[in-house]
């Protein structure tokens, strides 16, 4: 799709060449024939999901909407697109449209040429249509607003509807668009209908219509080619259309002051000032990383393929900076996380946000408001695809309060609806796809520093900090099986920490909130069994089954979440003592520690709880929390079948399903969107003790040979990204006679064999679904020679005392160009500076033979482990590869030993 915005925008421009909101579909396909107009999207970029709460502009010769839809056709070489600009020349009817954006609010400009540019004959009139996307539903309402003057108004309200939770249910708030235009119209009303074939109804001076079964109603606005260009500003709101007004002025109302700009027209109409600031913004972004060839690339093949890899680069860090997005107002105004019931929240923004965007309130602010305050709220986490290498790349170069608003705005999720959501979206829990892997995203950020321990985010505030309409209230639980909503309303102000150990430890008694998607699906049958049964149809799921790929990601939840608590125990065990939580029913070891004065040999089967209160004995019920999760975090081995040497689906009595017709390659129910081979190797926390069950160090490096040069690895798709870097893991002498045929020297040619097959400059950039950037991301990161395999586990050293954890650690490889600066943002840990790193490689000549790492050297000092800790690579300094047409199998021999 485009997507023509600041990053993470709340509603950018996107050309349309679908018209409606369906499930799976992109408002543009860059081969589509026609060209529908321009939409004001929501669209997760590249995912299987649907639009929301859009609207969309079209210039038209005509009423007939089915005509005006079918109109233009696309022509590419009238078209240029651009992160901050789109601009399109429309060749049957002789109009130019261009459009610009901000974070809401947008730029839409017209002109009809009085002198035709193309052979279609010239016009006097044309119009502008206005309607929303909702043709799936057709529940969207149209207004006009002072029609016959210089003050035209349009309004849209678009219904939001959700897909993954009850597939399709309105999701309680709308889209509201506002459009402003610049000059008054010749003509206006509103026209109906074309859905059932019906002619279309026309209203002239009508000033509002709803859609029907019959079709959208559309505002129609007529303009006289004669008078010039038609400029409309537009901004969106998800609480009502006074809002959408508000962020248009917050946004658009200042640009004409940017001393970067000399403009003297009205500044929310002037697309110019737009395009530069937008584009300001980008450059600044996206130059954050400096790449280029060698001083040594002599040859014009070489530097037509460093272009190519150029533009492949930052398209691909264009792309990992879209989602998730702000949903929030200028004022700081979202609905709540609530199924029914919503109501208006504020963000209350500190004093310390540097957002361009939000408007601060005027006066001092309460503790209590400090310690709840966030910037900006944000949404449409696509977080089964983007924890993988998105959520470690947005670490590495987004400002620390950036990361901290979208960690706030998951934390409040959790507080509005009492649990953690699994996969939020259209602002709403969703049941969408497998793990819990918000837990991932906090734990990385907070294991990298970027979310102190001090925060109240993670553990809530202090009792005394604690608003008085926010305080500590208990979880509803309900034991009913009808559909009734829990009657206990109001926020809960525990932190993250909480809810990502509640939703590892507790499934919802409310039958409710279990069928709407909050908590871990099929958690009591994993904890029972030490994974999910195949007896377990988990039915009310969006995905039903895939009880293997579950108990996988479940483990390696459950590996970060012990993770995280460790951290938290160390770092600020006197306020953790402090925590008042309600732990009823968690599914807590109770052998693990003396949490009530019980002997300690009690029964210590995985489905026994703890029913008290953890304030009875906080650290004594922390430290069994922490073995518990321990524990859990080994049941991946309950589905890996040793006698194959594969994962497998497996019964409640234990045994192994297809014994006699297991074939890896199948697709089988019990795995998410791939086959055994590529989900097999999902153990990222443990990859040593999961190489042991695949026969050690010989067979498990045969076993990737395998993988690879049979071709069953598929980029298109996510559960296998981390598979390439699992080579560095291997321990081996580097002589073939010791039987390991692999290790971390073959990283380099099949990262870039993956990265010259499955990504390219071209409209067919990528092999798969973007979802959400996560392509985008291992891209990027595969190209500066680094990638996390283990996101939110942390750097684990058992030659320290405390077995402390730190901030995760990197596989390395050979980056993609020879000459790269890295400009970090500032840190606390850098004293506010910000940190650049350079990276330099020597001896490849920018050719696809030389890819072998021969030595590496780290700011001078030799660096043969082919693992780097989060804290080197944030000092910065310089990296110098020396490369080779031969692999160096010494380097890196060692595998993850050298970081012991």
């Known amino acids: 799709m485009l997507n023509i915005g600041v990053p993470f925008a709340h509603t950018p421009w996107s050309a349309q060449t679908r018209s409606n909101e369906n499930k799976c579909e992109s408002p543009y396909y860059y081969f589509d024939q026609k060209w529908r107009g321009m939409r004001r999207t929501h669209w997760m970029s590249g995912s299987c999901v649907i639009d929301y709460g859009t609207a969309s502009i079209l210039p038209s010769l005509t009423l007939d909407l089915q005509d005006a839809l079918n109109y233009h056709s696309m022509n590419h070489s009238n078209e240029k697109t651009h992160p901050s600009y789109y601009k399109m020349f429309l060749q049957e009817s002789n109009i130019e449209v261009e459009a610009s954006s901000d974070n809401a609010a947008g730029i839409f400009r017209s002109r009809l ?107 129609y606005l007529k303009f006289r080619a004669a008078d010039g260009d038609v400029t409309v500003a537009t901004a969106c709101s998800f609480i009502n259309a006074d809002k959408a007004e508000l962020n248009l002025n917050a946004e658009l109302g200042n640009i004409q002051n940017n001393p970067l700009h000399e403009h003297t027209q009205d500044s929310v109409f002037d697309l110019q000032a737009l395009v530069d600031q937008t584009t300001d913004i980008w450059e600044k972004q996206l130059s954050s990383f400096q790449v280029g060839p060698s001083v040594h690339a002599e040859n014009t093949h070489a530097y037509e393929e460093y272009h190519n890899n150029t533009v492949v680069f930052y398209t691909a860090l264009w792309h990992s900076l879209l989602l998730p997005r702000v949903i929030s107002d200028a004022d700081g105004a979202y609905w709540s996380f609530t199924d029914n019931n919503r109501t ?16 601060v309130q005027e006066g001092e602010k309460s503790e209590c408001d400090k310690s709840l305050s966030f910037g900006q709220y944000y949404d449409d986490f696509s977080m089964w695809d983007i924890f993988r290498a998105q959520v470690p790349l947005l670490h590495l170069i987004l400002p620390t309060n950036t990361v901290r608003d979208m960690v706030a705005s998951l934390v409040v999720k959790a507080q509005q609806g009492h649990w953690m959501p699994i996969f939020p979206a259209w602002n709403s829990y969703t049941g969408e796809m497998v793990g819990d892997h918000c837990a991932v995203w906090i734990a990385d950020a907070v294991l990298k520093g970027l979310i102190s321990t001090n925060d109240p985010l993670l553990l809530g505030p202090t009792p005394t900090q604690q608003c008085p309409n926010n305080k500590n209230i208990e979880s509803t639980v309900i034991d009913t099986t009808d559909n009734t909503i829990p009657s206990t309303t109001g926020a809960e102000a525990h932190g993250a920490l909480y809810y ?236 073939e006679n010791d039987g390991v045929l692999g290790g971390a020297w073959q990283i380099p040619s099949r990262v870039r064999s993956i990265i010259k097959d499955q990504y390219s400059a071209s409209e067919r950039g990528l092999s798969g679904n973007e979802d959400a950037g996560q392509m985008s991301a291992w891209l990027v990161l595969s190209s500066l020679g680094i990638y996390q395999v283990c996101p939110g586990c942390g750097t684990q050293s058992s030659s320290s005392e405390s077995n402390s954890v730190g901030g995760g650690e990197y596989v390395l490889n050979a980056p993609l160009f020879d000459n790269i600066t890295v400009i970090f943002p500032a840190r606390e840990a850098s004293d506010g500076a910000s940190v650049s790193l350079r990276i330099l490689v020597h001896n490849r000549h920018n050719t696809i033979e030389d890819v072998y790492i021969q030595s590496m050297h780290i700011n001078g000092v030799s660096q043969e482990c082919a693992f780097v800790t989060h804290s080197t690579v944030m000092k910065g300094g310089v990296w110098e590869y020396y490369m080779g047409s031969a692999p160096n199998k010494l380097w890196g021999a060692q595998g993850r030993k050298c970081m012991i």
């Open 500 to 735: 990502t150990l509640k939703n590892a430890l507790l499934t919802p008694v409310s039958h409710y909130e279990y069928a709407h998607s909050r908590g871990r699906r099929a958690l009591d049958s994993h904890l029972k069994y030490g994974y999910i049964p195949l007896e377990d149809l988990i039915l009310e799921s969006p995905h039903p089954m895939q009880q293997v790929s579950r108990s996988l990601e479940y483990a390696y939840d459950d590996f970060v979440l012990a993770q995280l608590l460790q951290y938290v125990m160390e770092k600020d065990s006197e306020k953790l003592s402090q925590t008042e939580w309600d732990t009823k029913g968690w599914h807590v070891d109770r052998a693990a520690s003396s949490l009530t004065g019980a002997d300690s040999s009690a029964d210590s089967s995985v489905d026994s709880s703890v029913d008290s209160s953890v304030s009875a004995s906080p650290m004594a019920f922390y430290r069994a929390t922490l073995d518990t999760l321990r524990e859990h975090s080994t049941y991946y081995k309950n589905v890996i079948d040793t006698s194959v040497g594969f994962i497998r689906g497996r019964h409640a009595n234990g045994s192994f399903t297809c014994p006699d017709t297991f074939d890896p390659t199948i697709y089988y129910k019990w795995i998410t969107e791939t086959n055994v081979w590529q989900y097999t190797w999902f153990v990222p926390h443990d990859v040593e003790s999961m190489m042991e069950l695949y026969g050690g160090s010989a067979s498990f490096a045969n076993k990737l040979n395998t993988f690879f040069d049979k071709g069953y690895y598929n980029h298109g798709n996510e559960p296998d990204h981390h598979t390439v870097y699992l080579s560095a893991y291997i321990e081996h002498s580097g002589d």
């Open 344 to 359: 208006i929240q504020y963000t209350q923004p500190s004093s310390q946000s540097q957002s361009q965007t939000i408007l």
């Open 113 to 219: 040429a009085t002198t035709p540019k193309s052979t279609a004959p010239a016009s006097e009139y044309y119009y502008l249509l206005f309607l929303a996307s909702d043709s799936m539903y057709n529940q969207s309402s149209v207004e006009i607003k002072n029609g016959s003057t210089n003050e035209v108004k349009v309004v849209v309200h678009s219904p939001v509807h959700r897909w993954y939770q009850s597939r399709g249910e309105y999701a309680n708030f709308d889209g509201h668009h506002v459009f402003k235009i610049d000059r008054a119209p010749v003509e206006y009303g509103i026209i109906h209908g074309y859905a059932s074939g019906d002619s279309t109804v026309i209203e002239p001076n009508a000033t509002s219509g709803s859609s029907s079964v019959n079709g959208p109603a559309v505002v």
